[in-house]
């Protein structure tokens, strides 16, 4: 297999990997490149509180649980919920992305998580990014197994911006992480690059021949495409958190055309046992930033949008009442928030449980009525146009329930 | 010519001693060879690296006496070590809070990852810090769970350290025992259901929920399942989902004791004690609470336990220690960090078997693996590639520089994956290939061997070859 670069019209550097003569190459050259349906996964890591970041003002059982700390219903202009549907309410602090559920490009599934029990911080995560609730023996993560199950291993199909690989993206497929494109770069200049690419290229060692190839490909292709500073579209303001700068990252990556498919970020600081908050406090701060990111991310992607998916999740939920500090312990079901131009966004998907004690899980947590997976599979075959056939690679030991329809094909 | 026939005898027989005395028979002096690319692979394998001069050293005063050394390291003075070791933060009598418990954790934790990296580079006890690494890996627990993080550094030393070349029986125990297990793996909330409602019924109500995490007591497999799956058996062992839930109802009752402050018991005990805090922090040592404890009879892996107290959980250790299955999941993770990452089964069932017929004598164990011919076998020079730990430690060792400092290294660390005492799951990190180069890793690497290194060492420390041991 001979490597070729060829440059396209709109100057982005694409890899192919043909054996065929040079003409047919000219003509592949010429034609646009079909753009690539793109997934970003956003992790709230910690245990974001859904029930006051989508919040069910019109179950009174809520104000009666969480004296301190409920939300406001709605009517009461920035210091109360924004209504989304009569019952639901975002957050005050989420006014961001309401233009996002106004032209029906956000949706949310509520009362959606585990079937796992843990309440493990650690435990659910890693139940979460592999995909498989209470096996603790998976190694790779959900979106590696989608690499590996749907194309070609290429080195900027999967990238996390963090600061090492997510377990989400941990496997045997190729996919990179870094906290920022300037950060992947061997330091030391041109001559130290040429010198380890040389020894790497020459060492008879193909494991690692191999993957120094992918990570100097990777730099390449990277350089070229994203020269000098990145300036976000005009108007657009991303936060300025360790979060905000890693949506910008991956806009920046996205728009260079080098073959991104999944990409992942990393929300911290979510778990609010003492002094959660309503309105304002620590958890309103926190839906600020993660609102007002996802929010420029989209305006930064623009048209882009119509083939991406924004889709956010979290452990496990917090306790339906309020603790003995105004804050919230370990729970169960969560909601899960899915922006993009495939959504079929302005409602809110799932069976609502209720909040009554004997609607609780173990009488204390928002029960689960959908399972993750439901989501994550129908993102990956409805949107990444992954052949149901090949689900089970991605989700061994799943039997998916009902299709949501919250993603159109 | 008589001389020398006389000296060539002479050094036969004491060799001849000194292996007999350390347990092997004379006639089976293994064939430990002496070139020097034998010696550089055994230093590649038995030590963090060698250094400049180290693979000379050891091939004139002969690698033979070396690993026996190595095998019996109370023997090897490290004081020179002991003076770069960084003093840990001290511990207080007793803690007010649990946000002080927990500082004083992340504190110590952090002492004792750039102590480790102090250790593998300057330590003389080269194997026996290998070794601490192997088992504490084995034996995982994850500093950022909860208050793991304080009962570290004390499970370091003395559940694992003083265990690595003795029986494993004696490991297996003390790791049972140890505070960062019974915490990490929840085994310290495990209860008995009937005694935990007896308990929960005579506190007062503000404490019926059991505290922060709203947990009522019951029984937690948590430690059960791991025990079999990860520390002896194996995932493949034969035990059953019956035998985890009897090993955990073994298992009940051994707890955490509380600390009780002094000035606090006393304001306790006048009624003063917060409502929602946890009369006492347990921050102390193990405890075996009989009130907690499933006395009814167990069947574990075909023996009946019985006796209704501590002793139910050391008759079940004793018995997964000795299991076949777990001589043979051992044997094949050293053989996995030791020779290569899919060890021949030949070997894999001579390590097994030394397992087996010493009663787990660790020491004995090590060396039936060092003196294999699979060992030094061609297949396995360079088969290994370092984890980041190794990398990073090798290059210090190589370079000869100077580790006064060793928190920066501990980022880099961090930035390659395998921060010391983080790893999260039980099954502790990966000591295989595919866990630990990719694209990005290998660049990470790049970038800090020129950290590391001088600019005529950077290109080696950082290219392929320095990559493999």
């Known amino acids: 297999m001979t490597s070729r670069r060829v440059f396209l019209k709109s100057g982005a550097m694409t890899m192919l990997s043909l054996g065929f003569a040079p003409s047919f190459l000219a003509r592949a050259a010429a034609a646009a490149p079909t753009r690539k349906r793109l997934l970003i996964a956003i992790f709230q890591r910690g245990a974001v509180d859904?029930?006051?970041?989508?919040?069910?003002?019109?179950?009174?059982?809520?104000?009666?649980?969480?004296?301190?700390?409920?939300?406001?219903?709605?009517?009461?202009?920035?210091?109360?919920?924004?209504?989304?549907?009569?019952?639901?309410?975002?957050?005050?602090?989420?006014?961001?992305?309401?233009?996002?559920?106004?032209?029906?490009?956000?949706?949310?599934?509520?009362?959606?998580?585990?079937?796992?029990?843990?309440?493990?911080?650690?435990?659910?995560?890693?139940?979460?990014?592999?995909?498989?609730?209470?096996?603790?023996?998976?190694?790779?993560?959900?979106?590696?197994?989608?690499?590996?199950?749907?194309?070609?291993?290429?080195?900027?199909?999967?990238?996390?911006?963090?600061?090492?690989?997510?377990?989400?993206?941990?496997?045997?497929?190729?996919?990179?992480?870094?906290?920022?494109?300037?950060?992947?770069?061997?330091?030391?200049?041109?001559?130290?690059?040429?010198?380890?690419?040389?020894?790497?290229?020459?060492?008879?060692?193909?494991?690692?021949?191999?993957?120094?190839?992918?990570?100097?490909?990777?730099?390449?292709?990277?350089?070229?495409?994203?020269?000098?500073?990145?300036?976000?579209?005009?108007?657009?303001?991303?936060?300025?958190?360790?979060?905000?700068?890693?949506?910008?990252?991956?806009?920046?990556?996205?728009?260079?055309?080098?073959?991104?498919?999944?990409?992942?970020?990393?929300?911290?600081?979510?778990?609010?046992?003492?002094?959660?908050?309503?309105?304002?406090?620590?958890?309103?701060?926190?839906?600020?930033?993660?609102?007002?990111?996802?929010?420029?991310?989209?305006?930064?992607?623009?048209?882009?949008?119509?083939?991406t998916i924004v889709l956010t999740m979290s452990e496990f939920g917090r306790a339906a009442a309020e603790n003995g500090n105004a804050g919230t312990d370990h729970g169960h079901g969560n909601a899960m928030m899915l922006i993009g131009g495939p959504v079929k966004g302005g409602a809110v998907y799932g069976k609502w449980p209720g909040l009554q004690p004997e609607q609780r899980f173990e009488g204390r947590d928002l029960a689960v009525t959908t399972d993750f997976r439901d989501v994550f599979s129908e993102v990956v075959t409805q949107h990444l146009g992954l052949p149901s056939a090949a689900i089970a690679k991605v989700f061994p030991g799943f039997t998916g329930g009902p299709s949501l329809d919250v993603v159109r094909a | 010519m008589r001389r020398s026939r006389a000296l060539s005898t002479f050094a036969l027989a004491v060799v001849a001693l000194l292996f007999w005395s350390a347990g092997l028979p004379a006639a089976d002096i293994p064939k430990i060879p002496k070139d020097e690319a034998a010696v550089r692979h055994a230093l590649n394998r038995l030590t963090f690296g060698p250094r400049a001069g180290d693979v000379e050293k050891v091939r004139r005063s002969g690698l033979s006496s070396w690993i026996d050394q190595q095998l019996n390291p109370a023997k090897i003075d490290d004081a020179a070590l002991e003076a770069r070791l960084l003093s840990p933060p001290p511990r207080p009598d007793s803690f007010d809070s649990m946000q002080q418990a927990r500082r004083y954790g992340r504190e110590s934790v952090e002492v004792l990852a750039a102590n480790k990296l102090v250790r593998a580079v300057y330590s003389e006890r080269q194997l026996q810090e290998l070794l601490v690494d192997f088992w504490f890996n084995h034996f995982n627990v994850f500093a950022g769970k909860g208050r793991t993080a304080m009962f570290i550094p004390e499970y370091e030393r003395d559940a694992i350290r003083p265990h690595v070349l003795g029986r494993f029986r004696d490991l297996l125990g003390a790791t049972a025992k140890s505070p960062a297990m019974l915490f990490y793996l929840d085994n310290w909330l495990s209860a008995d259901p009937e005694a935990a409602e007896r308990i929960a019924s005579r506190r007062p109500a503000a404490q019926q929920n059991g505290g922060g995490n709203g947990r009522r007591r019951g029984l937690n497999e948590n430690y059960g399942r791991e025990l079999l799956e990860l520390h002896t058996l194996g995932v493949d062992g034969g035990y059953t989902q019956q035998d985890v839930i009897e090993v955990a109802r073994a298992f009940t009752g051994w707890t955490i004791a509380p600390e009780v402050p002094r000035g606090r018991f006393l304001r306790a005990a006048a009624g003063q004690a917060a409502a929602g805090q946890a009369a006492a922090l347990q921050t102390g040592s193990f405890r075996f609470v009989p009130a907690l404890h499933d006395r009814g009879d167990k069947m574990v892996l075909g023996h009946r336990i019985s006796g209704g107290g501590m002793e139910e959980g050391e008759h079940v250790l004793d018995i997964i220690a000795a299991h076949p299955a777990t001589a043979r999941h051992i044997a094949r993770k050293l053989a996995q960090r030791f020779v290569s990452d899919d060890p021949p089964e030949a070997l894999v069932a001579r390590v097994a078997k030394r397992f087996t017929e010493t009663s787990g004598d660790l020491r004995e164990v090590m060396k039936t693996l060092i003196t294999s011919p699979e060992f030094f076998a061609p297949q396995a020079r360079g088969a290994k590639v370092k984890t980041p730990i190794d990398f990073v430690a090798s290059a210090y060792r190589a370079t000869g520089r100077d580790l006064s400092e060793p928190r920066p290294m501990l980022r880099a660390l961090q930035q390659l994956g395998q921060m010391p005492y983080n790893c999260q799951p039980p099954t502790g990190y990966d000591d295989t290939a595919d866990a630990w180069i990719n694209a990005g890793a290998l660049v990470a690497r790049m970038n800090i061997a020129q950290q590391i290194a001088g600019p005529q060492d950077a290109a080696r420390i950082g290219g392929p070859e320095f990559q493999r041991r």
């Open chain 1, 50 to 307: 859904g029930l006051n970041m989508i919040v069910p003002f019109g179950e009174a059982e809520y104000y009666r649980l969480r004296p301190n700390i409920a939300v406001p219903r709605p009517g009461g202009g920035d210091t109360t919920a924004i209504d989304l549907d009569g019952f639901f309410g975002l957050h005050p602090r989420m006014a961001a992305l309401k233009p996002l559920w106004d032209n029906h490009s956000l949706a949310i599934v509520h009362a959606c998580g585990s079937p796992d029990s843990t309440r493990s911080h650690f435990d659910a995560q890693d139940y979460m990014e592999t995909a498989t609730p209470g096996v603790k023996a998976t190694r790779d993560g959900w979106l590696n197994r989608y690499l590996r199950a749907s194309g070609a291993a290429a080195p900027l199909r999967g990238v996390a911006i963090a600061r090492q690989m997510p377990r989400t993206l941990q496997g045997p497929a190729p996919a990179l992480a870094f906290p920022a494109v300037e950060t992947f770069t061997v330091r030391g200049g041109a001559t130290a690059e040429r010198d380890f690419q040389q020894a790497f290229e020459h060492a008879s060692d193909p494991l690692l021949t191999s993957g120094a190839r992918e990570a100097f490909e990777a730099m390449r292709i990277l350089r070229s495409a994203t020269n000098g500073d990145y300036r976000p579209s005009s108007g657009v303001d991303y936060p300025r958190s360790p979060f905000g700068q890693a949506l910008q990252e991956i806009a920046r990556i996205a728009k260079a055309d080098v073959g991104l498919e999944v990409a992942f970020a990393e929300s911290t600081g979510w778990d609010h046992h003492v002094n959660e908050g309503s309105v304002d406090g620590q958890l309103a701060l926190r839906l600020d930033d993660v609102s007002r990111g996802i929010a420029a991310l989209a305006a930064d992607l623009g048209d882009r949008m119509a083939d």
